[in-house]
C-alpha cells in the first residue's frame, strides 16, 4: 500500500514541478555552499589562522555553512504546507475512499524528498563545477580537496534528505489525520 | 491591540507555517549572529592589542617594515628595526623592542622595557595563565633567568631592555607622548613628523613604506568621531566579515529572508476571500496593517529563538572566541537588520493584493 502511495506522490510531484523551484533553488543554494567549504577547507584554514584561532573558526565555518543549508530546506517544508493546504480536499478524497493514513502520508512526503534531493544535487554540481573551473583558472591557491568535496556532497544530500522529511513530516501527519468530512467541506 | 489578536489568531490556525518560517528566519539569524560574535570578539581582540601598546600615548611610530599581529602570540608585533628619531625637545618617548618568541611550544609577544630592573620580567595576566606560571617563578628567556611578576591584562611579556635586544634584535617601536599640556592638539603628528622627517597617518589600515624610514600613527588627530583604537579594532572586524564566513552568513540571511516572504505569499494565496472581504468594506489599509504585525511577530520570535540558539552554538562550538560581551554585539548588530526586513517581507505580499480590485479577490475560490 505504501508502494501505491508513493507511485501517486510520484505522479503528483511531476505535475507539481513548478512549485518546486523555489524550494529546489533554496536547498540548492545551500548544498552547493556546503560543498565548496569542504572542498577548499584548506583555502579557509589559511584565511581563518590570518585572524587567530583557526581551528575554532574553520568549525564555525563548517557549523553555519551546514544552518545554511538547513534555512535553505526549511523552505521546502513551507511549500509542502503550501501544498498540503492546496490539496486538502483531494486528501478528504482519499480518506473518504478508505485510503489509510501510511500511504497519504507517503505520498505527501515524496514532493520534499524530491526537491531536497534534486536541490542538493544541483548543488553540489554546480558546486563541483565551480571548483573545477576555478582551481583550473589558478584562483584556489591552496588547492581543492576532492576528497572533502565528496564528503561536502553526502553530507549536503544527506541533511537534505533528512531535514525535508522532518521539516515536512507534521504538516502531512497533520493533514493526513484530518477527518474527511472537514478535510472536502475546506475552502481550499 | 486587534490587529495582533487577528494575528495571533491566524497563526493559530497555521501553526506549523509559524513554526516553520521562524526556524528558517532563526536559523538565518543565528548565522549572522554568530558571525558577528565571532567579529565583534575579533574586534575586542584588536582594540585590547593596540591599547596595550599605546598605554596612553599620542604617537606611535612603527617601522618601516610594519607591525602585524601575531595570532599565536595574541599580541602585536614589530616587523622591523625601530626608526631611529632624536625626540625633540619636550616631547617624551620610549623605545619599545618586539618581537615573538616561543616558550615552552607556546607563541610569546615579548616587549622591552628601560625602567625595570635587571633579572625580572611582567607578564600580563591572560599570558601567565597560558603560561601556567604564577608570581615569584622563575622562567628563562635568552639564557637568562627571569623572576615572574604579573601585572595587567595584556598579552605580552615585557623584559629589560638589554634581555629583549639578545632575543629579539632591534626590532620594535616607538610610543611617543606629547611635551605635557599639549596631549590634546590634534597637529601633534604633523607637528613631531616635521621634526623627526616621518610621515604621520591617523589611519590605522594605512601601511608604511616598505622603502621608507617608518610612519607615524597619529592616535589623537584626524577627522571622523572614531578613535583610533575604533578604527583599528575596525580593521580586524573587517577581516571576518568580508571573509567566507561572513560571505556565507550573508547568503544565509537572504535565504531566511526569501522563507519570510514565500510563507506570507502562501497566506496571500490561501485567504484572498478573507482580504477581499476586508478592502470591500474599505479596510484596505489594515491589510497592510495586518501584514506588518504578523511579520513583526514571526520575526521577533525568529529573532529571540535565533540569538539564543547562536549564543549556544558559540559557547558549544567556539568557547575561545566567544564570550558574552561579544555574544551581545553580534545580537545588537543583527537586531539592526530586522525591522527592514520584516517590513520589506510584509510589504511584498500585500503588494500584490492590493493591485487587484476587491471584486476579483471574492471571485477567488
Redesign the interface.
Known amino acids: 500500500m505504501i508502494s501505491k502511495g508513493l507511485a501517486y506522490g510520484f505522479l503528483s510531484a511531476r505535475r507539481r514541478m513548478r512549485e518546486m523551484v523555489?524550494p529546489v533553488v533554496?536547498t540548492a543554494?545551500?548544498a552547493f555552499?556546503v560543498v565548496l567549504?569542504f572542498g577548499m577547507s584548506a583555502g579557509?584554514s589559511a584565511?581563518?589562522?590570518?585572524?587567530?584561532?583557526?581551528e575554532?573558526?574553520n568549525?564555525?565555518?563548517v557549523?553555519?555553512?551546514v544552518?545554511?543549508l538547513?534555512?535553505?530546506v526549511?523552505?521546502v517544508?513551507?511549500?509542502t504546507?503550501?501544498t498540503v493546504?492546496h490539496r486538502t480536499r483531494e486528501l478528504g478524497v482519499l480518506s473518504a475512499n478508505g485510503v489509510p493514513r501510511g500511504p497519504v502520508v507517503a505520498a505527501l512526503l515524496v514532493e520534499p524528498v524530491v526537491a531536497a534531493v534534486l536541490g542538493s544535487v544541483l548543488g553540489a554540481t554546480l558546486a563541483a563545477i565551480t571548483g573545477t573551473v576555478l582551481a583550473a583558472m589558478g584562483f584556489v591557491a591552496t588547492g581543492l580537496s576532492y576528497g572533502g568535496m565528496a564528503a561536502g556532497v553526502v553530507i549536503a544530500v544527506g541533511v537534505s534528505i533528512v531535514a525535508a522529511v522532518a521539516?515536512s513530516i507534521?504538516?502531512t501527519w497533520?493533514a493526513a489525520s484530518r477527518s474527511p468530512i472537514r478535510s472536502l467541506t475546506a475552502?481550499? | 491591540m486587534c490587529l495582533v489578536r487577528f494575528a495571533l489568531a491566524n497563526i493559530r490556525r497555521?501553526p506549523?507555517?509559524f513554526i516553520?518560517?521562524v526556524?528558517?528566519i532563526a536559523?538565518?539569524i543565528?548565522?549572522v549572529t554568530?558571525?558577528r560574535t565571532?567579529s565583534a570578539s575579533?574586534a575586542i581582540?584588536g582594540a585590547d592589542s593596540v591599547t596595550d601598546v599605546l598605554n596612553g600615548a599620542q604617537l606611535w611610530v612603527v617601522p618601516a617594515a610594519g607591525v602585524h599581529?601575531d595570532?599565536?602570540a595574541?599580541a602585536l608585533v614589530a616587523d622591523g628595526q625601530a626608526p631611529r628619531i632624536a625626540l625633540p625637545d619636550g616631547w617624551t618617548g620610549t623605545r619599545v623592542l618586539s618581537g615573538a618568541i616561543e616558550l615552552d611550544g607556546q607563541s610569546v609577544s615579548l616587549r622591552s622595557s628601560d625602567q625595570m630592573p635587571g633579572g625580572e620580567a611582567i607578564l600580563g595576566l591572560p599570558l601567565a595563565d597560558r603560561l601556567g606560571v604564577d608570581d615569584g617563578e622563575s622562567i628563562t628567556v635568552g639564557g637568562q633567568s627571569l623572576r615572574v611578576g604579573i601585572s595587567g591584562g595584556g598579552q605580552s611579556m615585557t623584559v629589560p631592555t638589554a634581555v629583549a635586544r639578545s632575543v629579539v634584535g632591534d626590532s620594535g617601536w616607538w610610543v611617543v607622548f606629547a611635551p605635557p599640556g599639549d596631549e590634546q592638539r590634534r597637529d601633534l603628528a604633523q607637528t613631531f613628523g616635521a621634526a623627526v622627517g616621518l610621515p604621520s597617518t591617523p589611519d590605522p589600515s594605512v601601511t608604511p613604506d616598505p622603502g621608507g624610514a617608518g610612519l607615524i600613527y597619529d592616535t589623537v588627530g584626524g577627522s571622523g568621531p572614531l578613535t583610533f583604537e575604533q578604527k583599528f579594532s575596525a580593521l580586524?572586524s573587517g577581516?571576518?566579515t568580508s571573509?567566507?564566513?561572513g560571505l556565507?552568513?550573508t547568503?544565509?540571511l537572504g535565504?531566511?529572508f526569501?522563507?519570510a516572504v514565500?510563507?506570507f505569499l502562501?497566506a496571500v494565496?490561501?485567504r484572498r476571500?478573507e482580504f477581499g472581504i476586508m478592502s470591500s468594506v474599505g479596510l484596505a489599509d489594515e491589510v497592510l496593517y495586518f501584514f506588518l504585525v504578523e511579520s513583526a511577530i514571526v520575526f521577533a520570535a525568529a529573532y529571540v529563538v535565533g540569538v539564543a540558539a547562536a549564543g549556544i552554538?558559540?559557547a558549544l562550538?567556539?568557547?575561545?572566541?566567544a564570550t558574552p560581551t561579544a555574544w551581545l554585539q553580534g545580537a545588537a548588530v543583527t537586531a539592526m537588520f530586522l525591522p527592514a526586513m520584516a517590513i520589506v517581507g510584509a510589504l511584498v505580499p500585500v503588494h500584490r493584493l492590493l493591485q487587484e480590485r476587491p471584486v476579483s479577490l471574492l471571485e477567488a475560490?
Open positions: 523555489l533554496t543554494t545551500g555552499l567549504v579557509i584565511q581563518s589562522a590570518s585572524l587567530g584561532h583557526a575554532e573558526l568549525r564555525a565555518v557549523l553555519i555553512a544552518t545554511v538547513l534555512v535553505g526549511v523552505e517544508a513551507v511549500a504546507t503550501r493546504a521539516t507534521v504538516p497533520t475552502g481550499g | 497555521r506549523e507555517r516553520l518560517s526556524l528558517g536559523l538565518a543565528a548565522c554568530i558571525v565571532i575579533v581582540t599581529y595570532p599565536a595574541q580586524f577581516k571576518v571573509s567566507t564566513l556565507i552568513s547568503i544565509g535565504l531566511g526569501i522563507i514565500s510563507s502562501a494565496t490561501e476571500r552554538a558559540v562550538v567556539i568557547p575561545g572566541i475560490r
